[in-house]
């Protein structure tokens, strides 16, 4: 996707879906669920490129990451779960 309306509106073709603008920096836009409201995609503009955040399972991570070069970890999505084990 080479801009933001082109990955705005692949997430609003799935379907259930709306764009939703709740931080005072105007460069993030969050796409959520319709039902839930939950956030399943962080999209923002750096270095001139347009980044999309998506959470994924955790199964997916490593396969993703091998098939294309351009997915990365995303540093305030990437944490390992917590298993409490007491």
């Not at 933001?4 to 939703?20: F, M």
């Not at 980044?51 to 490593?62: A, Q, R, S, T």
Request: hydrophobic share 35%; glycine share 4%; proline share 5%.
């Amino acid at each position: 996707m080479k801009n933001r309306e082109e990955a705005i509106g692949y997430c609003l073709r799935l379907g259930n879906t709306y764009e939703d603008y709740p931080f005072r920096d105007k460069n993030w836009t969050l796409m959520r669920h319709i039902d839930s409201k939950k956030v399943f995609a962080w999209i923002f503009e750096k270095d001139g490129l347009i980044w999309i955040n998506v959470k994924c399972e955790p199964g997916f991570l490593d396969y993703w990451r091998q098939i294309y070069n351009s997915v990365v970890p995303a540093f305030h999505l990437n944490k390992p779960l917590e298993f409490d084990n007491s």
